[in-house]
């Protein structure tokens, strides 16, 4: 092999890695809190704002759009913002094997089939899309992935 394909395969792999994580790294995504839990406490009045994250493995813009989340999750980290994601795959081993690519570090709920109560109050017409629940429990869909961090810049008041 010459150095000028050597140089685009050490391009590729990087690439590659940057955008599917790091290979052999392991990652266990947050469940530590259950389906029914959740259900419980997301129209409660509470000390969090909750994102909530509509999205699916085989979906590219969704899968586009989670290293732009995890910047914003990142920047609230502390800031009593608790980030969750939903996936509509029917695959468990394809969505799991896209949260170990993503490295998506908040809780994950596996939706394979319809559930009557998300399906109710977070109606999903496309995705990605998310849903903002502000600490009283007000619900807001947020169309757009660049909005989610000028909603929370204003609920949280936090400057950067």
Known sequence: MDMKHLLILGIALTFSCTLFGQAGHSFTPDTTMSLADFKEQCLQPKDEIWVLDF?????????????????????YKGESVRFFSFSFDKNRS?????LKQLQMPWTQFFLPKPDTFIDTEFPV???????????????????IYYKIEKKLKKLTKKKK
Do not use: M, Q
Request: charge should be negative; aromatic fraction near 12%.
């Open 125 to 143: 017409k496309f995705i990605p899309t998310l849903y903002l629940i502000d600490k009283e429990a007000n619900v807001t869909k947020v169309p």
């Open 55 to 75: 999205w699916a493995s085989w979906c590219g813009p969704c899968r586009k759009s989670i290293p732009e989340l995890i910047e914003i999750h990142d920047i």
């Open 94 to 98: 394809a969505w799991e094997g896209a």
